[in-house]
């Protein structure tokens, strides 16, 4: 095996609780009704092409992306279109979504369904590309990022490396571990097709080492193909963001404010991967994802396939319900995930997990004085001052937050985590960032 | 289902708190207070607590009653001002003075900044020097020390090395005819001589030292920086003329250096917060120190260093920033 | 020579009176030659500021303070020490900034979604800041308009004209204490605070909502919300009151205070404050001055 | 312009310079009456004073040296002394000397001492300085117990003892090199 | 305002040192007891009226390019005069405020309150802001003073309060800066409670 | 060896700000931003180390052999004075760049003891400097002067943003903060 990797400054290292590591993906039914969401992605929300009433077959496209940064989305389930209208998000705003009445399970014509293995790809980069569009592949890694997009190289870059992302650095969290796993073969297609879109000679899968098996498993498969090969990471989060990532496993460091085609890299989840695979061999859209439902108040922490739009509080049930004492739902990982506000929104492209917690683990400590002990900038992966962002947010003084390059903060939480007054540092430079932005935002006009 | 919480990530928290650290430096503090027990007896354990309960008493009454905040006392940071308070005065101070030197302490050094992790200055330091200022003769009377003595303030007084030492070279005698009326390194080492409650037992004071450092409440940044440096420099005087200067090894088993750059350079309130900080922050206590011990009117000059430095804290915190990641463009 | 005028004095006067003079001409020379050209209004306000460069508004020297003041073309956030308000009202007067009678404003709050009438429905338990709750969620009672009420606005205000009530979750403005400085409004994330007209013998009617949902969903987080009905619309003579995304505004130019609407609102979203109490009064309108 | 300035320049010195005559005078007198107190504070009764300078030893500056006669005998010496070791500063002191050079007081003159240490050298301070009356340089040394001497050093302030004892022994030491010319004056 | 509020305004709610934070070396620098401050307190005010008398005289007479110089050597007149006097007539209080005595010329609290009031302002009324201002400077000077001579040498006004040493540091620098700091906090509480009543 | 022993003396020993007390308003007034006091070190360096030279001579050369050493205050004030308006004048000319920098905070200077004091100081008798050494001193107590204001204004950035309890928010936190540096720097006592 390869010598262990890992990126150097900052860094935390929370407690595990892979509970679900050993549970194979269970395939759910579709619900009696989904809410597809009209922005599950990053960019601009998708336009419907359906109205009310309308009869769709699951896989048939029903909101098209127009912009640059938009991505289309298809229906989950074939049924009714009950109405477009604002429903409740994760965080309690209401965005518009497509409701449709679970009527059977039919498919669009053209999408493949049959689980046989294809391997190798025959179309051209360009139509890769217009294929992972259609099918509206996104990021699955967390930030729903266009997939299309990030298959193009901008002119003037040039692509070295394709990394992808198996690190699965969160807590708790199983899903990508158990389709490493599960569809090693067609992730490992799925690479060599996004390699071909994006003209790389070489690939390399980023593992932490806390999943020999899926280590194993992929380097096994990985022999069958060129120029992919699988590198072993120590166990440290936030290994999996973007540019801690390329920073183990390449090396390189991508500049403050830049991105990483900017050191020859581009960087897929195996999610992605695997999403790739099914979009273009099989010519099927993303309308359903794994999701790991786990955490101390789960009686069965379990994954999950699941079609997009089906309640949060359905795939509870599946996993055996609440206990009295649960107090948080989390979508999402435990560092980065969203705390759900009710539990029967829909689950969208983004969702990778839903944790429920009992108070005692998850309530925040009582905040404390700031004792100066420097512990969050030592863990903080982009080497920021986040007591000193935290402070100058909270007292408004946005210029110098800036100054202190607040904007390179990617909200990983390893800050919040260690500090041993409880202080809401994340919370506080999540503010500045928001005014920061605006700032800049106004400063480009 | 009882009501869901709602909070920003994460929703995982590491299982430090203000307290359990400030425990575990008060815990890693009992090898010394057992050695200033044993040889300062009696009269020590009534400084320590004195200073301790007077200083948990005025950080509750300026809580409660001018700042109107949170209760704090049992946080540990008030025990530790105390104890290391304590330890920085002779065992026979009268405990009136004791009391005045926790009111310093945490009135002026700590809370009038609004309490932990406010301050400036390090608080029991702030304590410290105010007395030696204030109280000249009795700060400077040390009690000799005399295995599980009972005796209270009419203990026999004598010099501490330093003391000793200094006065000694200042009159023009050598340093090699004052060494063999001090104790010998090893008695230094144990803490069998003269000095301040806590700061005597060097060995004692790199026990707690290590015990924090395994524990990861200090990094080794400040005292490696602060007790090399004053090594380093030491060692060159005493090249130069080893009958005016002292060799290194005395200096840093002497006085309160150990107790210095172990637990009052590394208070984290008044210390710098990135590495490369905390090292400057260590030369420039060591620096210090050396030039006071060997050139200035105090024989000891290891809390005024510390508290000079911690006046630079700031700017080294604005001049030292952690490495930025990104910050260069390493194109592999 | 005389025991008080000797040589002593001859040479006093000599030597002072040169060195006077070459200080008078090093003076004479600056006001020469380096009149750069400035707005005159500097000169006005630093002639009437005491002069003493004392440092002491935080400036380097009065002149300073003078060209801060009349780039900023306000006063605010400007002190002299040593001149005192006396100075500030002085300059004020010459820069003709207190131009006129200002119809007096005030702030209000346009949400009651108290714990009461909007019950949480789940706890918030993060920094303690309007700003961070308003992006991470809607709220504890679940309205997306509603007050968040972790007091960002009282902490904006400097006049101590706010403050939060515990027991309804609701900040409450001091109408003596109020300035109409707006700091507020500013802080808000939610827009909930508006500058209203203070009104004849401080009376005043709002609505008391902002929420633009529709009238249901509204309604389902919270009692007292404004379900876009249009009674009020109707009830109004003085077409004073708007309609529009399901929100029912008053507009305090128009209002007259003849009080008619306040009792046709079915959730009660029409507040009066300081109006001598109803002689017929609607059930539960002591409910909500309890509340305001 | 120029000319209001050197106007009021002018103007302000001639005031200044009104007042600054009319105090020379009480100026001069009240200096002379501090230094007439010390030296009578250290000299027993007399009726003429003749003032000299004399080069120490040791030390930059004279000292000045006020012998005191009564009925033509010279009953004492009062010595004008200093010394630059000191805590801060230049410690002035007046020494008081019999004819045979045994001290018979001490006051000091000018210091800048720490108030509540050093300053303990003032009389009405502390009675530190008593220790010097009658006190016989020339059988005891003059110098704090610490360096071997017979003077009780002030407790924690040990700089300001030493050097007030090197201020005496400057005088002592200037006497003791010019007795013959000071005896002789007597003689004249 | 009134020529009585004019006075007393120097006191506590614009007390040059506790408020303005004006004058400070001298606050400072003098304070070792309440005899010196008061001494101080009183030069300063001495030099504060007859200036202020001067000026509100002469402020006709002096074009405006030349003022502040003017003002500058009127001032530094007064300053010698207090000099020379004091040296004539207290020679102790003379030695003992030593530096601090010519620096009143460049107390901000002197020049500003030339310029600001006596510049604009009859002369009753420079006499009563000089009177006013002066006195409440050394009033602070006196308290401070007080304050550090009982804490640091346990005498007031050179009576003994109680035996043995106080606490040296008051005596000095650092006694000085914390002394006036926390006797700022504590006019900051009085002022408040002043302007409640008021 | 006399000039660092001189420079040593008046930054650490004998601190300008911290045992003299000299100049304590812009080091109140102008300590609230490091690089505000940066400036203000820079100008106050400028004008003390000149101001010292022409005081000097005109003690020396013009007051002592005229016998009229009283006039030393009031003919010190009109130099300093005019010194820093003459300086204001040549530097605008000169450098821009250098006016930018320290020129806005001149008119500052003219009102501040530091300069009037330290020029008094160098012609003390007891000291008995000669010109250079005059000169020496004066920069010695301006890097005095700037040591302690930068280190201040540091200080005071981080009061800011710690959120000091209201009473003691401002000068009573800076004063106290002041006399705890001046505890400290008793440590350098005797030092030279
Ligand atoms: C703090 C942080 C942690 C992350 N952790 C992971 C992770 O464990 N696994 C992962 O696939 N992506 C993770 N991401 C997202 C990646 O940065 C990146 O968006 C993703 O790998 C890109 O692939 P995608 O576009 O296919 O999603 C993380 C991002 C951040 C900011
Ligand atoms: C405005 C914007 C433009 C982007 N453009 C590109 C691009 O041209 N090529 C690319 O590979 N990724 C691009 N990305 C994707 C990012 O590199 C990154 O993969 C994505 O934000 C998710 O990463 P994360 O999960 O670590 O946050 C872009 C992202 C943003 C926000
Ligand atoms: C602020 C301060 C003022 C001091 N003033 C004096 C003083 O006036 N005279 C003096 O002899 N020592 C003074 N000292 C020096 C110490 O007290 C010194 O330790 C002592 O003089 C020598 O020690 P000893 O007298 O205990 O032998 C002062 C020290 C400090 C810090
Ligand atoms: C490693 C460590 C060292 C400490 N050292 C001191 C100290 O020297 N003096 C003190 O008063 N408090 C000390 N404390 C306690 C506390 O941090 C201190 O009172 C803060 O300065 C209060 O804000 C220490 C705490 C820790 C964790
Ligand atoms: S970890 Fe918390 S207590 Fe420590 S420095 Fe950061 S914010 Fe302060
Ligand atoms: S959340 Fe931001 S500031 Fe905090 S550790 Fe992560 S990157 Fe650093
Ligand atoms: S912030 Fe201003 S407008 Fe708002 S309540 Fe306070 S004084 Fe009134
Ligand atoms: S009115 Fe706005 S700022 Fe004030 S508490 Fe409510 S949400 Fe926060
Ligand atoms: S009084 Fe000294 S600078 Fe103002």
């Given at each position: 095996?390869h010598q262990l990797k890992t990126f150097v400054i900052g860094g935390v290292h929370p407690p595990e609780k ?428 | ?332 | ?292 | ?111 800048a001492e720490t108030p509540g240490l050093g300053d303990k050298i003032e009389k009405g301070k502390s009675d ?61 | ?198 | ?113 530091a300069i009037l004091g330290v020029t008094i100081l160098a012609v003390r008798e007891d000291y008995g400097f ?63």
């Amino acid at each position: 095996m390869h010598q262990l990797k890992t990126f150097v400054i900052g860094g935390v290292h929370p407690p595990e609780k892979k509970l679900a590591e050993k549970q194979p993906i269970v395939r759910l039914d579709p619900p009696k009704t989904v809410s597809i969401l009209l922005s599950q992605h990053l960019g601009a929300p998708a336009v419907p092409v359906v109205a009310k009433g309308d009869k769709v077959l699951a896989g048939q496209i029903i909101a098209r992306g127009e912009s640059f940064i938009s991505a289309n989305i298809h229906s989950s389930v074939s049924g009714t279109v009950a109405k477009v209208d604002g429903v409740p998000d994760t965080s309690g705003y209401r965005k518009q979504a497509i409701i449709i009445n679970v009527e059977g399970d039919e498919w669009a014509e053209g999408v493949d369904r049959d689980e046989a293995f294809v391997r190798d790809c025959q179309m051209s980069p360009e139509e890769i590309v217009s294929r992972v569009k259609d099918c509206g592949v996104v990021g699955l890694g967390g930030a729903t990022f266009p997939s299309h997009v990030k298959l193009k190289v901008p002119k003037g870059k040039k692509a070295e490396y394709l990394i992808i992302n198996g690190v699965e650095c969160e807590p708790c969290l199983t899903a990508d571990h158990r389709l490493m796993l599960e569809k090693g073969n067609e992730i490992m297609a799925g690479i060599s097709i996004q390699m071909k879109a994006l003209g790389v000679g070489r690939a390399i899968i980023g593992i932490e080492n806390n999943k020999p098996d899926a280590i194993n498993n992929l380097s096994e498969i990985a022999r069958e193909y060129e120029g992919i090969e699988v590198q072993p990471l120590k166990v440290k989060y936030p290994q999996g963001a973007e540019k801690q990532l390329i920073k183990a496993v390449v090396g390189r460091e991508v500049p403050s404010g830049k991105l990483p085609i900017e050191v020859g890299c581009v960087v897929h989840n195996v999610g992605t991967a695997f999403a790739v695979y099914e979009a273009v061999q099989k010519n099927k859209p993303l309308v359903e994802r794994v999701v790991t439902v786990s955490g101390d108040s789960v009686r069965k922490p379990s994954n999950f396939m699941v079609r997009i739009g089906t309640p949060v509080s359905e795939l509870i049930e599946a996993a055996g319900g609440l206990p009295e004492d649960t107090s948080k739902v989390v979508n999402g990982g435990p560092m980065m995930g969203k705390a759900l506000n009710d539990i029967s929104v829909p689950v969208t492209k983004g969702t990778s997990g839903i944790l429920a917690f009992p108070g005692s683990e998850s309530r925040r400590p009582a905040e404390q004085n700031c004792i100066r002990c420097a512990r969050c900038l030592t863990v903080c992966p982009m080497g920021l001052e986040p007591y000193l962002l935290s402070a100058l947010a909270e007292k408004q003084r946005f210029e110098d937050c800036e100054m202190e390059r607040i904007m390179d903060c990617m909200e990983c939480g390893s800050c919040l985590y260690i500090c041993p007054s409880g202080k809401p540092l994340l919370d506080y430079i999540r503010v500045g960032k928001n005014r920061v932005g605006i700032m800049i935002r106004e400063r480009s006009h | 289902m009882k009501v869901l919480t709602v909070s920003g990530s994460p929703h995982f928290h590491a299982d430090h708190s203000v307290s359990r650290i400030m425990y575990g430096v008060v815990f890693s503090l009992i090898p010394a207070m057992l050695v200033s027990f044993y040889f300062f007896g009696l009269a020590a354990i009534l400084v320590t607590l004195t200073a301790v309960v007077s200083c948990m008493a005025f950080e509750f009454l300026i809580q409660k009653y001018l700042i109107r905040g949170p209760m704090t006392i049992f946080d540990g940071s008030a025990i530790i001002t105390g104890v290391l308070l304590a330890f920085n005065v002779p065992a026979n101070l009268p405990l009136g003075i004791v009391v005045i030197g926790a009111a310093v302490a945490i009135g002026m050094g700590k809370m009038t900044f609004g309490g932990l992790g406010k301050n400036p200055f390090n608080p029991a330091l702030v304590g410290r020097v105010f007395l030696m200022i204030s109280f000249p003769v009795q700060m400077t009377t040390y009690p000799e020390p005399s295995a599980f003595s009972t005796r209270l303030a009419d203990a026999v007084t004598g010099p501490t090395p330093l003391t000793f030492l200094k006065g000694g070279v200042d009159q023009g005698e050598k340093v090699s005819e004052l060494m063999p009326q001090i104790p010998d390194y090893a008695n230094m080492m144990l803490g069998n001589m003269g000095g301040s409650v806590g700061e005597v037992s060097a060995l004692a004071i790199i026990l707690g030292g290590l015990y924090m450092l395994a524990r990861r409440i200090i990094s080794w940044h400040i005292p490696v920086s602060y007790l090399g440096t004053a090594a380093i420099l030491s060692a060159i005087f005493w090249m130069v003329n080893p009958e005016v200067y002292p060799d290194p090894l005395f200096h840093l088993m002497a006085g309160g250096l150990m107790l210095g750059a172990i637990y009052m350079a590394t208070d984290y309130a008044t210390s710098p917060m990135s590495k490369t900080g905390m090292i400057i922050f260590g030369i420039g206590c060591g620096l210090l120190t050396v030039i006071i011990r060997l050139f200035g009117a105090y024989p000891e000059g290891v809390a005024f260093s510390i508290l000079i430095m911690n006046a630079f804290v700031p700017l080294i915190n604005r001049g030292f920033k952690p490495k930025r990641f990104g910050e260069e463009i390493k194109n592999g | 020579m005389n025991e008080l005028f000797n040589e002593i004095t001859l040479f006093s006067v000599v030597s002072l009176g040169a060195i006077g003079g070459v200080a008078a001409i090093i003076l004479f020379m600056v006001a020469q030659k380096f009149r750069v050209i400035e707005d005159p209004r500097i000169d006005i306000v630093e002639g009437l500021l005491p002069g003493a460069n004392c440092g002491g508004c935080g400036l380097a020297g009065c002149r300073a303070l003078a060209e801060a003041i009349v780039k900023d073309e306000s006063l605010e956030g400007f002190n002299c020490p040593p001149g005192g308000s006396d100075v500030m009202q002085q300059i004020a007067e010459a820069m003709g900034w207190e131009a006129g009678e200002q119809t007096p404003m005030v702030a209000v709050l346009r949400c009651n979604g108290t714990r009461e009438f909007a019950p949480p429905k789940v706890q918030y338990d993060s920094a303690m800041t309007c700003t961070f709750a308003h992006s991470l969620f809607s709220g504890e009672g679940g309205c997306p308009f509603g007050c968040l009420g972790c007091g960002d606005c009282v902490r904006a205000c400097d006049f101590d004209a706010m403050y939060m009530d515990p027991e309804s979750g609701l900040p409450v403005i001091l109408d003596e204490k109020c300035v109409a400085c707006g700091a507020c409004v500013k802080a808000c994330p939610r827009d909930i605070i508006e500058m209203r007209k203070k009104g004849k013998k401080n009376r005043r009617i709002f609505v008391s909502c902002i929420n633009r949902e529709k009238g249901g969903v509204a309604r389902k987080n919270c009692k007292v919300a404004c379900i876009g009905c249009g009674r009020c619309v109707k009830e109004c003579r003085f077409e004073a009151i708007t309609m529009e995304n399901n929100l029912a505004y008053i507009d305090y130019n128009k209002c007259t205070l003849c009080r008619k609407c306040a009792p046709v609102c079915p959730t009660n979203a029409i507040h009066e404050l300081n109006f001598p109490v109803r002689k017929k009064k609607p059930a539960d309108t002591d409910k909500q001055e309890k509340n305001v | 312009m120029v000319l209001t300035l050197i106007i009021v320049a002018a103007a302000a010195s001639f005031t200044l310079a009104t007042v600054y005559n009319l105090t020379k005078e009480p100026i001069e007198r009240s200096r002379e009456a501090a230094r007439q107190e010390a030296i009578g504070m250290v000299l027993p009764a007399f009726d003429r004073l003749v003032s000299k300078k004399l080069m120490p030893p040791s030390g930059s500056d004279s000292l000045e040296f006020n012998l005191a006669f009564d009925n033509g005998n010279l009953i004492g010496v009062a010595v004008s002394t200093y010394t630059g070791m000191g805590y801060s500063g230049v410690i002035r002191a007046m020494v008081g000397l019999t004819p045979d050079g045994e001290i018979i007081d001490v006051v000091h003159l000018e210091h800048a001492e720490t108030p509540g240490l050093g300053d303990k050298i003032e009389k009405g301070k502390s009675d530190w300085s008593d220790q010097f009356r009658g006190f016989d340089p020339s059988e005891q040394a003059l110098r704090v117990r610490q360096d071997g001497g017979d003077i009780d050093a002030i407790t924690a302030a040990t700089i300001t003892a030493r050097a007030y004892c090197d201020a005496i022994e400057r005088a002592y030491l200037t006497f003791e090199a010019n007795k013959q010319e000071i005896i002789n004056k007597e003689e004249e | 305002m009134g020529q009585l509020q004019n006075f007393s305004k120097g006191f506590i709610r614009e007390n040059p040192v506790l408020v303005l934070l004006l004058g400070l070396c001298p606050a400072l620098g003098v304070t070792t007891s309440a005899f010196n401050g008061l001494g101080m307190g009183l030069a300063t005010t001495f030099v504060l009226v007859s200036s202020n008398i001067v000026v509100s005289l002469i402020k006709n007479l002096i074009p405006a390019k030349v003022r502040i110089p003017s003002f500058i050597v009127v001032i530094a007149s007064f300053v010698t005069i207090t000099q020379l006097v004091m040296e004539a007539y207290l020679p102790a209080l003379f030695d003992s405020l030593g530096l601090f005595i010519p620096l009143i010329v460049v107390n901000c609290l002197v020049m500003g309150r030339a310029e600001a009031f006596a510049s604009k302002n009859d002369t009753f009324s420079a006499i009563i802001d000089g009177l006013g201002m002066g006195l409440g400077f050394a009033f602070a000077l006196t308290l401070l003073g007080g304050l550090r001579e009982i804490l640091g040498a346990g005498e007031f006004f050179g009576l003994s309060l109680f035996p043995g040493d106080g606490m040296l540091v008051f005596v000095l620098a650092p006694g000085a800066f914390i002394g006036l700091g926390y006797l700022v906090a504590l006019n900051n509480i009085v002022k408040k409670k002043l302007d409640k009543t008021a | 060896m006399e000039y660092i022993i001189i420079i040593i003396g008046a930054v650490f020993v004998n601190n300008i700000v911290l045992a003299q007390f000299l100049g304590i308003c812009p080091y109140l007034g102008v300590s609230a931003k490091v690089p505000t006091s940066v400036g203000m070190s820079g100008a106050v360096m400028f004008v003390m180390t000149l101001a010292t030279l022409v005081t000097f001579l005109i003690f020396n050369y013009i007051l002592v052999p005229l016998n009229i050493e009283y006039l030393q205050t009031i003919s010190y004030i009109l130099v300093v004075a005019s010194l820093v308006q003459m300086v204001e004048i040549i530097l605008k000319k000169v450098s821009p760049a250098l006016y930018q920098a320290l020129g806005i905070f001149l008119p500052l200077i003219v009102t501040n003891c530091a300069i009037l004091g330290v020029t008094i100081l160098a012609v003390r008798e007891d000291y008995g400097f000669n010109l250079l050494e005059a000169v020496v001193f004066a920069i010695g107590n301006a890097l005095g002067f700037a040591l302690t204001i930068i280190i201040f204004a540091g200080i005071r950035e981080h009061l800011d943003l710690v959120d000091v309890p209201k009473g003691m928010r401002g000068a009573p936190a800076a004063l106290v903060v002041a006399g705890i540096l001046a505890l400290a720097f008793m440590g350098f006592a005797n030092l030279v």
